[in-house]
Structures are given as C-alpha cells and as structure tokens.
C-alpha cells in the first residue's frame, strides 16, 4: 500500500519479470481493475457491479498500480487494450460484451502541436466536431476458406491471396456471419477557437471512432478525445486519430475568486462584479456606447432557456442588430464580442452562405453522405457574429430564420433527414443602402431587409455617426498613437477600470450556471409595461394596425432583464432589472420602431395622419387608368409632404394593388 495524504493506492506485487506476456498483462488488468482504489472507493469494481456495457479507464491509474503494465500500455496501445477487453470479457459473468474505454488526465495536446514525436503514442486532443459519417462494419478477424481444399483460417489482414495447403491463387472467400466485426464512424475534428492564433486558418484532424464509441457524438460539439495518433494506410498517408476514449473537460474557475466567509477554502465563487465595469469590459478601445456595450453585455450572458414537457422550448439568448453609419466600430465590437465568448464565431455577410451558416450535406470516399455543420452549428451554446449583414444575398439571409428563433437547423437533402442544435446568439453589423444613413428615410428604406428576419432581432440600435464628444473621441483615438506618459498613465488606469479577456470569459461562464427566477413584482411590472403599450397604441388610432409590442418583443425584454441578473450573479430578477431592460428596450428598438422601424407590420404612429392626406393626394393627383412618371409623382406630392413619407405611402398602395409600377417602374398607374 502506498499512502500520500488522505489518499491510499493499491499497486501490484513486484516482480523481476521486466516482459509480460499476453495472459499475464491480461491476468494484472483483472487485479487492477478489481483492486486498484483511491482512498476507500474501488472505483473500477463498482463500475463493473452496476453491469455498465464500457468501462472507462483513467490510463494514470494504471501506472499508480503497475509501471510495467502501464508501460507496455504505452508502447502498444492498441494491442494491449484488445487483451483488456477480452481478458474482461471472459472473466466476467454477463452475457454482454463490454467495451474498454480509455481516458486520459495528461495535458491537452493542441491539434496544431501534433507532429512526428507524438506517432503511435497516447495524446489527448480537444476540438469541436465538424461532422460525423455513418456508422460501417470493419472486419477484425476474418473467417475465410478456399474454394479448392476447403481449407479455412481466420485472417486478421484480409482475405489472402494464396493458399498455403493447395497453392492456389485468389482462391479464398471471405465468411461475414464466422468473422468479428466491429462498428466504426469517422468524425472530422477542428481545433477549438482559444487554441486558434490569431490570424490562423483552424486545423483539422480525423478520429476513427470504434466499439462503444460509435453515435457518441454530434456535429457542434466540443470533445476531448484520448487516442492514438497514426497514419493512415495507403498513399495518401493521411494523419489520424485512432480514438480510444472520450470525455468533457471540466471548466475551471480560477481568475475571479473570493473566498466566502463561513465556508471551507475549497468552496469558492466568483464575487459578484458592477454592471459598469462588465460593460466597460466590452470593447473597451471603443470610445463611448454606453446601451450597445450593455446590449452586448447582455447578449454574452444571454438569458434562461424554458424547455416545455411538450417539446416545445423558449429561447434564453439575445440577438442583437447594429444598423448605422460605417466607421463607428461595429466590426471591433463584434470581434471582441466573439473573443470574449467561449464558442464564438466571427464570419461576414459576404463570404458567408447558406451551407456556411447552417451546414451541408457532403460525400466521402465511399459515396456515403454525411452532415458537416457551418458557423451556426459550431457556435452552439455560444455565440455567432454575423459583420456585413446587409452583403448577404435574401436566400440566405432566409436560412437561419429558424436558427434564429427556434434554434435549431433542420436539413432534408440526400436522403438525410435531421435536426442540428444552433442554441447561440447572433449579433449583426449592417450599413445602410445609401453609404450613410439618410435621416429622411425610414430604417426600413435604409436597409434592405425584411420583416421576418427584422423581429428576431430583441434588440436594435441605429447607430449615426453624430458631432457629440468629437473632442473625447479624437483624443481617446489619439492616444492609442502617442507613446508619451500620459498615454501610458491612461492604459494603465483603464486595465484596472476593466476586465481583461480571459477574465470576462471565465465570469461569463460562472454567470450562465446561475438561472435567476423572476419574482412576483417583477412580473407585475412586465405585464404593466406590455399592457400600457399597447392600450396606448390603441389610444392613437391604431385599432385595425398592428401594434408596436407584441408577444415575441415581451419575451425579449424577459430575457434582457435576466441577462442583468446573471450580469450580477443574481438568483432572482428584481425591478430593478426590469426597469433597466424597458429602458435598454425602449432606447433601442422602439426608438427604431418611432424612426419608422418596421417590427411585426407596425407603420410609424405619428405618421399614420399623413399617410391617409399623402393616399388620398395621390388620388386625386392619379387618376384611375392614368399613367404619370414615377419621379414626377413624388416631386409634385414631396412639395407639402415628406419625400419618406410619400414613397412609403406609394410603396404601401402598391402592395395593395391601388397602383401598379410600369414600363421598368419609371411609370405609375392607378389601378380601378
């Protein structure tokens, strides 16, 4: 026995024997397995009583029991882990065949790091799965016989290609129901975005999934996966991961610690931050936006997922929508925003498509279909940064409505029928048609997207490039270029004032484990504000329009007042949080929605009038059967009312089939 604390091993008998053989490396696995503990627990022999199929093995654990196993383990993997499983088939009482899964506690390598010193010896990876193949049969021992003596053998390289009682050639045929097979899937690794450098195109690797391993795991998923890393057969050579086992890394909290009186040392939580630094966090080379850092902030803690008895769930992120001017660092805060999350994703609208948000449906070698997931699938329970929204083409700005809202990504090609899990936020940076955004125009003119995908956004902030605090925003700028004291001075103060990255990360991550309940007076104020705001859309004349609040936009502020209480480690949503998310809500999308925004079919209320005095003037200006140039229409009517104001009303009486657009729509007709 050897003791080191609170902690006892049990290690085998010493032995002069430096080589063992198959039947005694077998023989010193079943004592290790029934005999290896840690402290009182025999963590292996409770394992096997509770009959599980795989038995999953700490390879460390081993060498605490017996370095010449362990170091025969080590020279020939593979080998010797097909003598555990057989030895631990044969010595056990059940009738079903168990599988030896192995994992190890050594460093992560990084899929990048893995060069020739690491061939044909044991390494853990981490990576998130870009795709899974189809589970095939792979002989392990092949039962074959010849066709001339009936001579039969089994063959562990495939069917021979002489026989050696006859002589004869190709002769041999190959029994599938006397042979051993062995499911076996592909996955195709990618390394994990914190072990991407900057600047780098992500590596991948494959694994070869066998056993008990197969269906184990899904495109989207982080993994960490112990293995043997190889090169494949033949010409290609291609590099491989022959993967022995798979489990999750722990997350670890260690940055922002205190430690709370009347507890052990060992109990320890991250102490709860001021929401002003959180967002001071954001960005931080950013001068001023306040609400969009805070917005930002919002969507990196994101709110608490509702999953129904049904099957129906509520999403718990936050989507969010930058449409403003170009040059007021909408792409910087989306980069920082995607570092500062633990599966964050960067990518642009116009490189962006379809396939490469959602997934697709690729062919291997075999002519096997299988699944390879995009940017939505790998941020999943992370978050997705989509700059250049406004580049992307309309069909593919339509395929991730449903990753939006419902968040998942459902795929119907090539005979695979399937759903993918998207559970991210998604933050977009738009600009407007025109360069800039023209202030007689509505958001909905300055950019051209529609209603369906416009609602999914909780919040939306139009950003113009303003002359307010020019002088703090050029010295702030300018300060990051002069290399006087003064410029270090103030770097120094702002390290202290924010959080670095690593920092944010690990606080966001402890955030999301709490899941704050929303209390009875919160609630109240909830429905207080969805119901004031729509009787007072009443009140304006809006019986037969659609309201400026609906369901989908209440689930919005829920889920932003939540994120304030995860923000402050909070367990409960209080008013105060709700208070501060009607007031992010309202100085965003409803001020949208004031600037002509378009959420869920509602026209700007003041000026629903004037759309009736610009309708009934284009009646009177047009005719029935009377064709006028387009521009001449506009400039005549624009002389009493707004220009905005008149296209929209044109617009709208246009799908209303009270006019029509012809002659390549330069000319308009008033239709009976």
């Known amino acids: ?160 290609k002489r026989c050696e009682a006859c002589g004869g050639a190709d002769t041999f045929v190959a029994v599938p129901e006397k ?30 999934l066998s056993g008990g391993l197969v269906n184990r795991i899904v495109p989207g998923e982080t993994v960490t996966m112990t293995g043997v890393y190889s090169i494949g057969a ?70 608490v997922r509702i999953s129904f008895s049904d099957g129906i769930t509520v999403r718990g992120d936050i989507n969010v929508l930058l449409l403003g001017d170009p040059g007021i660092a909408k792409s910087q ?97 738009a600009n407007p048609i025109f360069g800039r955004y023209d202030e007689n125009r509505t958001p909905g003119e300055n950019i051209d997207f529609g209603v369906t995908i416009l609602s999914r956004f909780d919040l939306v902030f139009v950003v113009k490039d303003t002359m307010n605090s020019d002088k703090e925003i050029a010295g702030h700028i300018l300060n990051r270029f002069m ?38 007076e919160a609630a109240e104020r909830l429905q207080a504000f969805y119901i004031q705001t729509r009787k007072t859309a009443k009140q304006g004349g809006q019986q037969n329009r659609a309201v400026p609040i609906t369901v989908r936009q209440l689930e919005a502020v829920t889920r932003i007042s939540e994120a304030l209480a995860r923000m402050e480690l909070e367990s409960t949503v209080t008013t105060e949080h709700v208070e501060e998310a009607i007031r992010l809500f309202s100085g965003s999308t409803m001020q949208a929605v004031t600037m002509g925004y378009y959420v869920e079919g509602m026209p700007r209320q003041e000026w629903a009038k004037e759309f009736s005095a610009v309708e009934a003037a284009v009646r009177r200006a047009l005719p029935v059967g009377m064709v006028r140039p387009y521009r001449q229409v506009v400039q005549d009517l624009s002389k009493v009312h707004s220009e905005g104001v008149v296209t929209r009303c044109i617009e709208g009486m246009i799908r209303g089939d009270k006019i029509s657009l012809v002659n390549g729509r330069r000319m308009v007709v008033r239709l009976p």
């Open 179 to 208: 042979s051993v097979l062995h499911d076996v899937q592909i996955a195709k690794i990618q390394e994990t975005f914190e072990d991407l450098p900057t600047g780098e195109i992500p590596r991948h690797i494959t694994g070869v």
């Open 483 to 520: 290399g006087t004291k003064k410029a270090e001075a103030d770097s120094e103060l702002e390290r202290k004032e924010h959080l670095s990255v690593e920092e944010l990360r690990e606080y966001v991550e402890y955030a999301k484990g709490i899941s704050p309940v929303i209390e009875e």
């Open 333 to 429: 805060m989306l980069k920082f925003l995607a570092s500062a999350s633990s599966r964050g994703v960067y990518t642009s609208g116009k490189g962006a498509s379809a396939a490469g948000l959602t997934a697709t449906v690729c062919r291997d070698r075999a002519g096997n279909f299988y699944l390879e997931g995009g940017a939505l699938v790998l941020a999943d329970r992370g978050l997705c940064c989509i700059d250049e929204f406004d580049k992307m083409q309309e069909k593919d700005r339509v395929a991730i409505h449903e990753a939006m809202e419902q968040q998942t990504i459902s795929i119907s090609k090539a005979g695979i029928v399937t759903s993918l899990n998207s559970r991210c936020a998604v933050v977009a940076a």
């Open 1 to 160: 026995m050897q003791s080191g604390g609170d902690r006892i091993y049990e290690i085998g008998l010493s032995s002069d024997e430096t080589v063992l053989s198959d039947d005694q490396a077998g023989s010193l696995f079943i004592s290790f397995v029934s005999t290896f503990r840690i402290g009182a627990d025999y963590i292996y022999r409770e394992k096997l009583s509770k009959k599980n199929k795989t038995l999953k093995i700490v390879i460390e654990h081993i060498g605490m029991f017996d370095q010449r196993l362990f170091h025969h383990v080590i020279s020939r993997p593979l080998h010797y882990i097909g003598i555990f499983a057989r030895a631990l088939n044969e010595n056990s009482s059940s009738e079903t065949e168990r599988h030896i899964e192995i994992v190890s506690q050594s460093t992560v390598v990084p899929i990048r790091k893995l060069d020739s010193e690491h061939l044909n010896k044991i390494s853990t990876v981490r990576g998130i799965v870009l795709s899974v193949s189809s589970v095939f049969s792979k002989p392990v021992l092949l039962h074959v016989f010849c066709k001339t003596c009936l001579n039969s053998k089994m063959s562990k390289e495939g069917v021979p």
């Open 234 to 303: 033949g010409k290609s050579g291609i590099p491989l991961v022959r993967v022995l086992g798979i489990h999750s890394q722990e997350t670890r909290y260690g940055i922002v610690t205190e430690t709370i009186q009347g507890k052990n040392e060992e109990e320890k939580s991250h102490a709860s931050l001021p929401r002003g630094k959180i967002v001071s966090s954001i960005a931080p080379e950013v001068f001023g936006h306040y609400d969009i850092k805070l917005a930002l902030a919002c969507a990196l803690f994101g709110g």
